[in-house]
């Protein structure tokens, strides 16, 4: 089975940054695309980036020229460098991976979601 484990939430003023890391772990043969959604008290979740394999990227319009995702092919890892955060910021941050296994084929796998709290 795979596993995706997130860290580096936490609570932050407005304007401060915050770094996220998840690594995906378990018998992996390779991973695709990766990506960070977020999910506010009373929304819908959201996706705020994604990368390819390749090193391609996309964001969310909100968070465009603040936020930048990287991975690490290597470590199985995706990051999320977060800067100038608002309190609009404020969610659960939720990574996602999808990933090929030998058995199970290609599938998306999420982790469990880290809180990302921004005081104004």
């Known amino acids: 089975q795979v596993q995706l484990v997130e860290s580096g939430g936490g609570l932050v003023q407005a304007g401060g940054s915050l770094r996220l890391s998840c690594i995906a772990s378990?018998?992996?043969?390779?991973?695709?695309?990766m990506a960070w959604y977020r999910q506010a008290p009373g929304k819908q979740r959201e996706l705020v980036a994604f990368?390819?394999?390749?090193?391609?990227?996309n964001y969310a319009d909100s968070v465009k020229g603040r936020f930048t995702i990287s991975r690490d092919n290597a470590k199985n890892t995706v990051f999320l460098q977060m800067n100038s955060l608002k309190p609009e910021d404020t969610a659960v941050y939720t990574c996602?991976?999808?990933?090929?296994?030998?058995?199970?084929?290609?599938?998306?796998?999420w982790g469990q979601g880290t809180q990302v709290t921004v005081s104004s």
């Open positions: 378990g018998i992996i043969s390779s991973i695709s695309d």
């Open positions: 990368i390819t394999d390749g090193g391609s990227t």
């Open positions: 996602s991976a999808d990933v090929q296994t030998r058995i199970f084929g290609l599938r998306t796998y």
